[in-house]
């Protein structure tokens, strides 16, 4: 079998866990399997990194650790994100050679490849690049060599040959990337939990692992707020059919096998539940209601690139109207400085923003076929006094936006309400 490997910061977050990790490759290559791995940066290293650029453009600034696209400084410019780039793909290069070496030195074969040497072609979109292609032929050369191939993952080089970043987690991108382009049997994704469980284990003590879970409902939870997965790399899976197996690198217990849907899945109402806590809202009110209003504001937000999620438009009283919508808590400044002042429709509306809310989500198959799901997600809240501030709904998911003070206390309310739970 040929198996990919992938190593999340915590497991590689100490010399003695990469030591392990190493000891655990040469398990898997000993069963006859051809390896490749992809390692993150050590736990913390990105963030080291993104902080430290951060204060060097504006001292002062506290460095901040989120897990957004990038909380870059608002002055940047296009050569800024090139060097951070440049920057932070050195945190996954450091882990790739020294898991080289430790395998190396439990007397295994293994060589480190980072950057250009890769081979994973991407476009120019420096923090959140894109993969356009691989070219493996390295890869498969040191594996027909009998090495055990540890690649640096998040990043990639563009047809300039520039090293770019796939976005915060997109090292399991990475992982199903080089798993489709060598049409792996398996993408291991070995992270510090045992599996994708009906809720973030941390957050929610009574959160229950899923044995088997669908593509499609694990995009949905990766979308919405469950960092287990990067979205990226689901999408790649499905589209490409690799199999995705989330387990610990702590022990050998099998964790969440992620696969095409199965019949029996939609007997399950909701299957798991997300919590999303950088987002940020922004409201025009008295926005004139004539045609061409939003459009001009999401054609603002498209030119920026910012990602909108949420949408609500009001209806119309006296010839105006009220819009609001999210955006990723880490762009909510740039989207605002970019739309105050703007004329819409003849008029300069007002605006305000509140970043002190999050979204919550119920996913599950079953949603297609039960009735019934939205009005018990509602009055599960409303047994608690959580006021709902917007809505969402797709075909298996409903997303509710609540004040961040509610989150967690939502998050419980609605996975034990479901009956997702476990007793503690
Ligand atoms: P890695 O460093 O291995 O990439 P991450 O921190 O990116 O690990 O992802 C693993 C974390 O995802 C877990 O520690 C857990 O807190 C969080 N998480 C959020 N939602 C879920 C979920 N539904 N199931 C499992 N883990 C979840
Ligand atoms: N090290 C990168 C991050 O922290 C990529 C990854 O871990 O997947 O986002
Ligand atoms: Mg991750």
Redesign the pocket.
Known sequence: MLVVQK?????VATLERIRHCAARCLATAAQGHRLVVVV?AM?GETNRLIALANALVQPGDAPQASRGPYVAPAKRTPEHERELDQLVATGEGQSAALLAMAIQDAGGRALSLVGAQLGLLTDRSHGRARILGIDAARMQRELDDGAIVVCAGFQGTDDRGDVTTLGR?G??TSAVALAAALRADVCE?????D?????????VPT?RKIDRLSFEEMLE?AGQ????LQIRSVELAMRHGVCLHVRTSFDDRPGTMIVPEEPQMESVQVS?V?LERNEGKITLTGVPDVPGVVATIFRIMAELGIVVDMIIQNTGAGGRTDVTFTVPEAELDRAAAALAGQTMGGEVPSLSTDREICKISIVGLGMRTHAGVAAKAFALLAAESINVQMVSTSEIKISVVVHERYGELALRVLHDGFGLGVAP
């Open positions: 190593y999340g910061g915590s497991s993150s736990a987690g090292s399991d994704i070995l992270t510090d939990v599996g994708v469980y009906t809720t973030d284990p941390r957050v959160a939870l707020g469950a960092k287990v798991g997300a």
